[in-house]
């Protein structure tokens, strides 16, 4: 006879271990660190696939442009080098710190782009980039964070005292994205202006807009689109190839076109690490806009829903310390920087799949590029900062003791300098909310 149980009783005891797996991962999720380790895992993985993948993808090209089939590698490498510490440093200043640090950063950000209007590089259609020395920067990535940092702070002073009337929340707030997106457009670079509106829309999705307002909003962002499409050959014949492919295979529908095909030949699993063979010159920016179509042909449908899974994953995060969090101001960042870096992964993975036209907007911490790596790590620390300040986080760590950084630092005599960092990030939560 077999042991198996059989009849009503078997149903039971099915149903109790499922709620007992239910209840393992709902206590699982409600620790204290949760968010924390969310970001900081979701943050490592899609750093070391962005890595791999930018090898893989970049290899072909760079031995035909530089000998070196590690050259675009090694500047990512470079980036990511530089961009860890200040993700680390990040994860441990004060609150006070990010809504000291809006205000410059949006100043800097200001300059850079009247720079780019004058005396900026025009590449593929947009002119974005500044070339000093031998370093390319794009002044439009470090607008994102500015905008987050600025208008929370902005936002969660008005609201300081109480509710107010939603239509003062919007000056000096509109204006300023209304400046940056306009700098933006002067430089044809459409995809970023759209991560900059969505930016300010959860800020005011957060403070608690009336849907009317997002109505009006909605409706002249696809009017000023609109024109802006129709002003630029180039945008026109990108919006004609991206709603026929395959139609204009062989003309602007071309980097769609083998996309999807690199996209479709990966099958279940791909055809292995390397092994892509859309990258050898036929996707156009295989490494950068459309990494994601090398990640689908080598790593197949399981990896490139490995990817979507670690950003949804890591907006989950982020969204679970602006609820868990009472502070408005860690509130509105922590939704604003989710919303820049979720959404502009959705347009990305959007434009390569063929749901979206092409923007031209990278992969987060996945695509080359040291300009928008080094914004979204600092975002990221910033949201690893937040995450200490959930209910019980600090007890947590407390009892957790130093990590091996720490104890790296006190090795070498760093402890005090360590613990003077650490300090001033221990603020007393405030009890309002922003409404």
Not at 2 to 21: E, F, K, N, Q
Not at 310 to 325: E, N
Not at 344 to 372: D, F, H, K, R
């Amino acid at each position: 006879m077999s042991d198996v149980p059989i009849g009503p009783g078997a149903a039971t005891t099915r149903r109790a271990g499922r709620a007992d797996r239910l209840a393992a991962l709902g206590e699982l999720l409600n620790r204290p660190l949760t968010s924390y380790y969310l970001v900081l895992g979701c943050s490592a993985l899609l750093l070391a696939l962005g890595l791999m993948m930018v090898l893989s993808a970049s290899s072909i090209e760079a031995l035909q442009k530089t000998g070196n089939p590690f050259y675009w590698f090694l500047k990512q490498s470079l980036s990511v080098g530089l961009g860890l510490p200040v993700m680390w440093i990040c994860s441990r200043l004060p609150q006070r710190f990010f809504r000291l640090a809006g205000y410059p950063l949006m100043a800097l950000s200001v300059i850079g782009l009247i720079m780019v209007i004058f005396i900026g590089e025009t590449e593929l259609g947009a002119q974005r980039w500044l070339y000093v020395g031998g370093l390319t920067i794009q002044p439009s990535e470090p607008a994102k964070l500015g905008l987050v940092l600025w208008g929370a702070d902005l936002l969660a002073r008005k609201a300081k005292g109480g509710l107010i009337e939603w239509r003062q929340l919007l000056i000096p707030l509109m204006p300023g994205t209304a400046i940056l997106a306009v700098m933006v457009m002067l430089g044809r670079d459409l995809g970023t202006t759209l991560v900059l509106m969505l930016v300010f829309l959860a800020l005011l999705w957060v403070v608690g807009a009336p849907l009317k307002l997002f109505g009006g909003i909605l409706a002249v962002s696809t009017l000023a689109t609109v024109i802006m499409i129709s002003v630029e050959g180039y945008r026109s014949a990108r919006i004609a190839g991206w709603l026929d492919v395959w139609g204009n295979a062989q003309g602007s529908g071309y980097q769609a076109a083998m996309g999807q095909i690199a996209l479709g030949s990966g099958g279940w699993f791909g055809l292995g690490l390397g092994s892509s063979r859309q990258k050898w010159g036929r996707v156009p920016h295989a490494e950068s806009d459309f990494i994601f179509s090398i990640i689908g042909e080598e790593l197949g449908l399981m990896g490139t829903l490995l990817v979507v899974a670690l950003f949804g994953l890591l907006g989950y995060a982020g969204l679970r310390v602006a609820s868990r969090v009472k502070d408005p101001f860690v509130r509105l960042a922590a939704s604003a920087a989710v919303a820049w870096i979720a959404g502009q992964a959705i347009v990305n993975i959007g434009a390569v799949i063929g749901v979206l036209p092409i923007t031209g907007i990278p992969l987060p911490l996945v695509s080359y590029g040291g300009s928008a790596l080094l914004p979204t790590l600092a975002a990221l620390g910033m949201l690893l900062s937040f995450a200490k300040q959930e209910p019980g986080a600090a007890d947590a760590l407390a009892a957790r003791g130093p990590g091996p950084a720490a104890r790296a630092l006190s090795w070498l005599g760093l402890s005090r300098p360590l613990a003077r960092i650490r300090r001033p990030g221990r603020l007393r939560p405030t009890s309002r909310h922003v409404e």
